[in-house]
């Protein structure tokens, strides 16, 4: 029989293709009559005119390079949105609007946003990776020294997420503020003092209802439970007969003892901070571990989704660098980068924990304990679990906060 | 306590992180470009591309927070279209200007073709982003947008137009008013790109050269009809011997069923018939080019004109999914509404899914015609 899927009905079809005219057909033109216009409205003459091959202007065009430059304008198109996104989100808890728990969905969606965009932009290497080396090395000499090092937004990214100046590898820590004069030397300044999402999430972590010591007192509970929980294990290990499983056990069970003896102990904590392997104030990981612990109350459900979509940003973020990093590799080699970093070294360099903004949230996965060791909460005793703050008298459900 | 130790600058602590503190090669360097010379932002021309984001919304004084994402995500879209645009000329430009013959030239295509798959994979993932906007945010900036639509997309209906949709296969909204949403220089544009040959044009001239099907050569179709009727005479004459049952009657039925299907496929009458109606769009020759391609894909000059023939399938499946994605996004963000532009809205959207947009629909449809590898013509190592 023929493959075409028309051919035993075709005499219908002709009919039926040719005469639809039904609901989906009808409607007019609008358009035509004048008006914003989508290319007007998306100001397309810029953007679709900004292409200009350095390979063509030196009069050797090369085609690969159209792809280059595509790539990382849509790139910075996508840091612009994501900027956009996080300073609105920044101000919400700068202008204290966070306080009023209505205004916590606005913050998840659009830090979950945040972390769909950087998903597309790990992706979207994939795209810039069909180029071979040997294409890019016909044009890669007709772009020095412009570099990634001068991408003004992807500093203001990393700064206003909260990466750390002294977080920072030497080299980057060295000169990534050589890059940037005038206007864009002072709006990477600004982004260095003002509140950095991290230094926000801190405070607003801080404020977790429950760590009130004269209150529910989490923290105190926790301790006395974990360490009760720790002693009773111990007591039934001692009671086994003697034997290798029974001697590994108490090992295990000592090295628990000890990390919690650690978790607890606030100048190690202060210690760690000053190293920059913890960039929490002792009281806010306090708040962190809470929500962990309670996120199934109403009130703790959605800032459990911030936290863990904060985490996504961060592994994202690091993906993205990896990805870089792969990349790279592969077009140059062990070549320095046009900037006159070693290249694909210095990359590598940047792939690690130092970069990790909330590296805190995801430790707090060290010291999860059974379900029957955290404190019990319960509705009747504890009313802070269903009363949410709405007192700011400036929320609208429609209002924005920008 | 604050998190970071030099917020304030209350501490003058030197962070020492003991063991990544070490000089070593990866930190050496100098920084080339503080010393002048062509920069990041102004080789991407950075000033055009982030000033270009103006929300209609706060210009009547109701700013509106998603219409950023809006702006940005059809922005992101218009510069991959450039992207694929770009590419899909250079393939165009190599087969008009007869570069293909050489066929050095081919990986070029190859190459190329598969990059515009890949864009379009990007843009089908790219949804997900706009959809993290919610009906009840876009409301908030609908209305400022009228008329505004993508039927004004001028690039989007060039490479519609590029790649190989037909004018008579369009819907008929569609197909009345596509043209009228542009004046002036795109107008012109617009209709070189229709006049120009296609990508599908230029791939069908290409299929009807390959080499094998001349008839006073190898002559691929005459040897393939000879062996599939010889085929199905040898099952046939087997199946006869068999015992009677409803079981055999069965399998005769299905067998006579499978011989008309070829027939059909000998018949180059029929063959013109559906072309006319645009229910194939190759020739008769081309047709049989891709088939010998099918069948002899491992042969070495075969191997990329087969890794091709996928490539454009994948381009046609790729854009289906795009319209897809795009008609499940619009009825979630506005249900049945019209559309800004004037359309019926997502039921006009719906109605372009399926083969009526599908370019190379005979590629997916030889795979009706597959037959066992013995009864495929052997071809002598001379050949």
């Not at chain 1, 990382?72 to 609007?97: C, M, N, P, T």
């Not at chain 2, 010998?292 to 454009?312: K, T």
């Amino acid at each position: 029989m023929s493959g075409c899927p028309y051919f035993q009905r075709r005499h219908q079809l002709i009919n039926k293709l040719d005469e639809e005219v039904d609901d989906s057909q009808e409607g007019t033109n609008k358009a035509s009559k004048g008006g914003i216009i989508y290319g007007d409205y998306l100001q397309l003459d810029k953007i679709v005119t900004s292409q200009l091959l350095q390979s063509e202007l030196k009069g050797n065009k090369i085609h690969d390079e159209h792809l280059f430059i595509v790539t990382h304008q849509a790139y910075e198109l996508w840091f612009k949105q994501i900027l956009w996104e996080l300073d609105s989100v920044r101000e919400i808890f700068i202008s204290g609007h966070v306080r009023d728990e209505r205004n916590m969905l606005k913050v998840n969606t659009r830090i979950h946003r945040i972390v769909m965009v950087l998903r597309l932009l790990v992706d979207q290497f994939a795209v810039l990776e069909t180029m071979t080396a040997l294409d890019f090395y016909d044009f890669r000499e007709y772009l020095s020294p412009a570099s990634g090092f001068q991408s003004l937004q992807f500093r203001l990214l990393e700064n206003k997420i909260g990466v750390c100046d002294s977080g920072r590898v030497p080299y980057n820590r060295r000169h990534y503020r050589d890059n940037f004069k005038g206007q864009e030397s002072e709006l990477l300044l600004r982004s260095e003092q003002e509140p950095t999402l991290l230094q926000l999430v801190e405070k607003w972590l801080e404020r977790t209802p429950g760590l009130e010591e004269d209150g529910f007192n989490f923290w105190g509970k926790l301790q006395t439970n974990i360490f009760e929980g720790i002693r009773k294990e111990r007591e039934a290990t001692e009671k086994m007969p003697d034997s290798e499983f029974k001697e590994e056990k108490m090992d295990e069970l000592n090295k628990q003892k000890d990390l919690f003896v650690s978790l607890f102990d606030e100048k190690r904590h202060e210690h760690l901070l000053s190293k920059g392997e913890r960039r929490l104030s002792y009281k806010a990981l306090q708040g962190a571990l809470m929500i962990y612990f309670y996120r199934e109350e109403p009130r703790f459900q959605v800032p459990f989704q911030l936290l863990t979509s904060l985490m996504d940003i961060d592994t994202f973020m690091t993906k993205w660098r990896y990805n870089h990093v792969c990349m790279v590799h592969r077009m140059i080699g062990s070549k320095t980068g046009t900037g006159g970093s070693s290249g694909y070294l210095y990359l590598r360099s940047t792939v690690s924990d130092r970069y990790k903004v909330f590296v805190d949230l995801f430790n707090l996965a060290t010291f999860l304990v059974p379900r029957d060791w955290v404190p019990k909460l319960s509705p009747n005793e504890h009313p802070f679990l269903y009363t949410a703050e709405c007192c700011d008298s400036s929320y609208f459900s429609s209002d924005d906060s920008d | 306590m604050s998190g970071c130790p030099f917020s304030g600058k209350e501490y003058q602590f030197k962070i020492t992180y003991s063991t990544t503190e070490e000089e070593d090669d990866s930190q050496r360097g100098i920084d080339k470009a503080a010393k002048g010379g062509l920069i990041y932002g102004k080789y991407l021309q950075l000033d055009k591309i982030l000033n270009a984001q103006a929300l209609e919304s706060e210009k009547r004084h109701s700013k509106s927070h998603d219409e950023h994402l809006f702006i940005v995500t059809h922005q992101a879209y218009e510069l991959w279209f450039k992207q694929v645009l770009w590419e899909l000329d250079s393939v165009r430009e190599l087969f008009i200007q007869n570069h293909v013959p050489d066929e050095r030239n081919m990986l070029k295509v190859v190459s190329r073709i598969h990059r515009i798959t890949v864009i379009l994979k990007l843009l089908v993932n790219q949804f997900a982003v706009l959809e993290t906007m919610t009906p009840l945010d876009f409301f908030d900036f609908r209305e400022y947008l009228f008329p505004a639509s993508g039927f004004q997309s001028l690039q989007f209906r060039l490479l519609e137009i590029k790649v190989g949709v037909a004018d008579n296969r369009r819907v008929p909204y569609n197909r009345q008013h596509y043209r009228e949403n542009f004046h002036g220089q795109e107008s012109e544009d617009l209709l070189r790109s229709e006049q120009e040959p296609s990508l599908l044009q230029l791939v069908e001239k290409w299929l009807e050269r390959t080499p094998g099907l001349e008839e006073d050569g190898f002559n691929f179709w005459g040897k393939l009809q000879a062996n599939i009727e010889e085929g199905f005479k040898l099952k046939m004459q087997k199946l006869e011997k068999e015992p009677d049952s409803e079981r055999k009657e069965d399998m005769l039925q299905d067998l006579k069923k499978q011989r008309e299907g070829f027939t059909s496929l000998f018949d180059s009458n029929h063959h013109d018939d559906l072309l006319r109606k645009g229910e194939r769009r190759l020739s008769y020759k081309g047709l049989q080019g891709a088939l010998m391609i099918y069948f002899y894909r491992e042969e070495l000059q075969f191997q990329i004109p087969f890794q091709l023939l996928n490539s454009l399938m994948e381009v046609d499946t790729l854009m289906n999914k795009w319209r897809y994605h795009h008609v499940c996004m619009v009825h979630r963000m506005i249900g049945s509404k019209a559309g800004t532009g004037g359309s019926s809205g997502y039921h006009y959207l719906r109605s372009t899914i399926g083969d009526r947009y599908k370019v190379f629909v005979d590629l997916f449809n030889l795979t009706t015609y597959l037959v066992p590898r013995d009864w495929v013509p052997k071809i002598e190592p001379q050949h």
